[in-house]
């Protein structure tokens, strides 16, 4: 009986778009000015962080976030958000 194995990777260079991008349309929102929110993506670990000043903006971010990484084929389910 012939077998497969299933695996499932996320692909950098395309996170690292969909980071860019979302990291434009933070600097040029008018709700985010005056304000420190940015992204981080870390390659070695595979992860992005999401800093701003508090949890509402945060949310907000994490939105834009997954509208981009959608758009760039990357489901939001592939997030591993606390």
């Known amino acids: 009986m012939p077998s497969f194995d299933i695996v499932s990777e996320v ?3 395309e ?4 980071v860019d991008n979302a990291s434009r ?3 040029s929102r ?3 000015r005056n304000v420190e929110a940015s992204f981080e993506l870390n390659d070695a670990s595979k992860t992005i ?3 701003s000043e508090s949890d509402f903006q945060v949310n907000q ?3 834009i976030l997954r509208a981009k ?3 760039r084929g990357i ?3 592939s997030l591993d958000v606390p």
């Open 11 to 13: 692909d950098l260079q």
């Open 15 to 18: 996170a690292r778009n969909a």
């Open 25 to 27: 349309e933070v600097e």
């Open 30 to 32: 008018f709700d985010f």
């Open 49 to 51: 962080k999401v800093l």
């Open 61 to 63: 971010l994490l939105d």
């Open 69 to 71: 990484l959608l758009k």
């Open 75 to 77: 489901e939001g389910s």
